[in-house]
Each structure stands twice: as structure tokens, then as C-alpha cells.
């Protein structure tokens, strides 16, 4: 791969989004392709459909699984071979964090059976930034949103950040994690450093 995959990964109101849009703005990321999980294909409107509902959690797993695989042999590996750089707002390592958390009970590691599903045929990032946040913060800064997700509860948010600070521990190489309750400008300036860092090559 000539590009580099990075992924920006939190909970909830973490503050990722407003970061993946501020990037997109800026001249020094504009040799980079943005995207973002669940995709805007048709797939991802069926993710979203079933984020709506009531739907078993094997399947809406499988949903995010299929929009993956195919924002995958559509967009992210043709751009990283083609030298382009991919910045995704979530990433497979939502599926192992959130999906992890929806699945438990079901498998005796299900963050770890998740990760395992995707072996084989997934494009791992090159850095993935982890926007960490205490849940009662991001759910309060999420308030005043209109459409909530119906996964925006302090105590499943609680899970899905543990899964995040697990994969992080288990895969130092790959993650950065950053405080994210700061202000905007504080998270940004970390944040625009170290993606830029990245894409030169330094540590
Ligand atoms: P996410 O994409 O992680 O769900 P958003 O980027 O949509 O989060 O941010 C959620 C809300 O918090 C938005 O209203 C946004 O304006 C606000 N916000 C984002 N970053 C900060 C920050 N550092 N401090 C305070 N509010 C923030
Ligand atoms: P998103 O639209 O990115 O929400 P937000 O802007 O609040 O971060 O994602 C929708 C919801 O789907 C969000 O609650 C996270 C969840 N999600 C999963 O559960 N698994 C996944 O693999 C992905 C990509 C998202």
C-alpha cells in the first residue's frame, strides 16, 4: 500500500466527527480521501436502519461487517494503492469496542471474537487516534443532538470505552490515545500534529 489508513475512534460524542470535519478543511490534509463508518452507500443506510430498530445483534454486527467489506474493495483500498491517504471516522475498531459491548453474554470474549472475525481480508490502520472521554461528559455534550443513537447510554458507553482502552493496551503500535474532555482548539492542535507526523513518516 502506497497511502496510509488512519481512523479516528471514541464513544459517542468523544468529538471525533467535529475533529474528521476540521481536517477536511485544512490545505495541510488535503492530499487525504475522507471517509467514514457506517458508509453512506446503501449498506451503511441498512446499518443505519437497523440502528433504528430492534434488530438481533448477530445480524446488526453482520450489517457493519458487509458496509466494511465494502467500503473496503470500493474505497479504501483503491485510494491507498492508488498513494492517497484515508482518514475514517470509525473504523473496525468500533465493531470490536461497540459490538464487543452488544455481544456480551453471548461469547465468553466477544471483543475478541469480533477482532478475529475480521482477520484475513480487513486493511489494518496505520494509526488509529482514540478521542478517551469520561461517557457523563460525552452523553452531556451529545444533549442537545437531534436523532440519538440508541446506543448513547452512560453505562453501555462505560463498556465501550473500557473495550477502546483494552484494544489500545493490547496494540501500542498502532494507537494513540488522547484526552479529548479539553477544549476544541487543545484536542484539535494534538490532534493535527500528530496525524501530520504520521503521514511524513515521524514518530
Ligand atoms: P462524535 O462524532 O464523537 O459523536 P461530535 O464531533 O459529533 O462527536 O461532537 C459531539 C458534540 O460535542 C457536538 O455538539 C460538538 O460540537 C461538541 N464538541 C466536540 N468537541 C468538543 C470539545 N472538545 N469540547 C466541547 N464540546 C465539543
Ligand atoms: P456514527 O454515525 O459514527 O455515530 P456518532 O456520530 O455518534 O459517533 O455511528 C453510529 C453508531 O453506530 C454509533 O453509536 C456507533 C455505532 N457503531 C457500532 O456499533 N459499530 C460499528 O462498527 C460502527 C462503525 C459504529
Given at each position: 500500500m502506497k497511502g496510509k489508513l488512519i481512523t479516528l475512534e471514541g464513544i459517542d460524542g468523544s468529538g471525533k466527527s467535529t475533529i474528521w470535519r476540521l481536517l477536511q478543511d485544512n490545505t495541510r490534509f488535503s492530499q487525504c480521501a475522507f471517509t467514514r463508518e457506517p458508509t453512506t452507500s446503501w449498506l451503511g443506510d441498512a446499518v443505519n436502519r437497523a440502528l433504528r430498530s430492534d434488530t438481533d445483534h448477530i445480524a446488526e454486527l453482520m450489517l457493519f461487517l458487509a458496509d466494511h467489506a465494502d467500503?473496503?474493495?470500493?474505497?479504501?483500498?483503491?485510494?491507498?494503492?492508488?498513494?492517497s491517504h484515508v482518514i475514517s471516522d470509525r473504523y473496525s475498531t468500533s465493531r470490536c469496542a461497540y459490538q464487543g459491548a452488544t455481544l456480551q453474554g453471548l461469547f465468553e470474549d466477544p471483543l475478541d471474537w469480533v477482532r478475529t472475525l475480521h482477520k484475513g481480508w480487513t486493511i489494518d490502520p496505520d494509526l488509529i487516534v482514540l478521542f478517551d472521554i469520561d461517557p457523563a461528559v460525552a452523553v452531556k455534550r451529545c444533549g442537545d443532538r437531534g436523532e440519538?443513537?440508541?446506543?448513547?447510554?452512560?453505562?453501555?458507553?462505560?463498556?465501550?470505552?473500557?473495550?477502546?482502552?483494552?484494544?489500545?493496551?493490547?496494540?501500542?503500535?498502532?494507537?494513540?490515545?488522547?484526552?479529548?474532555?479539553?477544549?476544541?482548539n487543545e484536542v484539535k492542535d494534538e490532534v493535527f500534529e500528530i496525524i501530520a507526523n504520521a503521514l511524513e513518516g515521524r514518530e
Open positions: 467500503h473496503i474493495s470500493r474505497l479504501v483500498r483503491p485510494s491507498l494503492e492508488n498513494g440519538q443513537s440508541k446506543f448513547e447510554k452512560i453505562e453501555f458507553l462505560k463498556t465501550v470505552r473500557n473495550n477502546y482502552l483494552r484494544l489500545a493496551a493490547e496494540d501500542r503500535r498502532r494507537f494513540v490515545v488522547i484526552n479529548a474532555e479539553r477544549s476544541l
